[in-house]
């Protein structure tokens, strides 16, 4: 059970390492959905890679209904294993894998709980995050674990590139798990309670900057959400996309948050403490660009202010 291209990545290394102990019966992901410019009905990420190699595949609307329960039962499943879903599963869908249902979370557990694990640990700024694959019960992410696998978080690090590593983390750590439940090595670990943290689903308005923050926290905005929502601010009532920045450490100042002290060479903006270089931003409708081409174009000048 999945939906993006993280699951998808997931879905592709668990077809290719089917075996005479292992075989993927069937897929359950969101259903088909317009997208791209011309808003054509597509099949998730997880969907298109089941259909490319004809893996029987439901597409529930709701999955709290006797007639999808009966559906996910025909398949008879020793495992259910879920990868970023997108659904909460009740009680009656965890009891239908004959051994466990099985998630693979995309934090170290039970730091990063929740829907965005990945934007979560880079804008705690935590130097490593990882897979953890868990044992599913019906509190959010809450059962106990199997496997730990950790990476380091690069400096330059986005939510773009955080997934595709932990993608294949995640694949290797879910297969070395099924190879100790099929030795009956398997053991679960519970979870400390007390040192959960907890992420939520991100919105376009979490990506607004707040120029009253911490310079150290804007920069971690600006690439956790990356490729999604994108950290974004406004200038002259216009909204102005911010894909690249960096702390800059040079001088102090008295400015308000959000005004801009220096354009040459980049453009620099006061924040809360600190101050941010802009390296690469986009206007709604074209293309990225370096900031100080665009700030150029728009002969933004020193004293100027970002934000409202």
């Known amino acids: ?43 998730s990420e997880v969907g298109a890679v089941a259909a490319r190699h004809a ?26 294993v879920v990868v970023a879903y997108g659904r909460i599963l009740p009680q009656s869908i965890l009891e239908v894998p004959k051994i466990a249902p099985m998630n693979v979370h995309a934090s170290l557990l039970p730091k990063c ?46 939510q773009g590139t ?41 919105e376009k308005k979490d990506a607004v900057i707040d120029w009253s923050n911490p310079a150290e926290l804007i920069e971690r905005m600006t690439r956790a959400y990356d490729p999604w929502p994108v950290a974004r601010t406004t200038l002259d009532g216009e909204e102005v996309l911010i894909w690249r920045a960096a702390i800059e450490n040079e001088g102090a100042s008295i400015e308000a948050s959000g005004t801009i002290v220096s354009v040459k060479p980049n453009p620099i903006v006061q924040c809360g403490t600190g101050r941010l270089r802009l ?16 700030f150029r174009g728009k002969r933004i000048r020193i004293g100027a202010r970002l934000g409202t």
């Open 113 to 158: 709980r929740g829907a965005a694990p990945i934007e979560g640990a880079i804008l705690a700024g935590e130097s490593e995050t990882g897979v953890t694959i868990m044992r599913i019960i019906e509190q959010m992410d809450a059962g106990p674990t199997y496997l730990h696998r950790a990476i380091p978080i690069a400096a330059d690090d986005t």
């Open 279 to 294: 390296i690469e931003v986009q206007a709604p409708g074209r293309k990225r660009m370096p900031a100080a081409d665009f």
């Open 1 to 43: 059970m999945g939906t993006p291209a993280l699951a998808a990545h997931i879905l592709e290394r668990l077809i290719a390492a089917s075996g005479a102990n292992l075989r993927v019966a069937g897929v359950v992901t969101r259903p088909d959905q317009p997208r791209g410019r011309r808003l054509k009905i597509e099949p």
């Open 162 to 202: 955080l997934k595709e590593k932990l993608a294949e983390l995640g694949a290797q750590a879910l297969l070395e798990a099924i190879k100790l439940l099929i030795r009956g090595e398997l053991k679960e670990t519970p979870q400390d309670d007390a040192l959960a943290t907890y992420t939520s689903q991100i």
């Open 55 to 80: 893996i029987p595949t439901l597409k529930p609307l709701k999955i709290r209904t006797p007639e999808f329960l009966a559906e996910l039962n025909a398949f008879e499943p020793d495992l259910l």
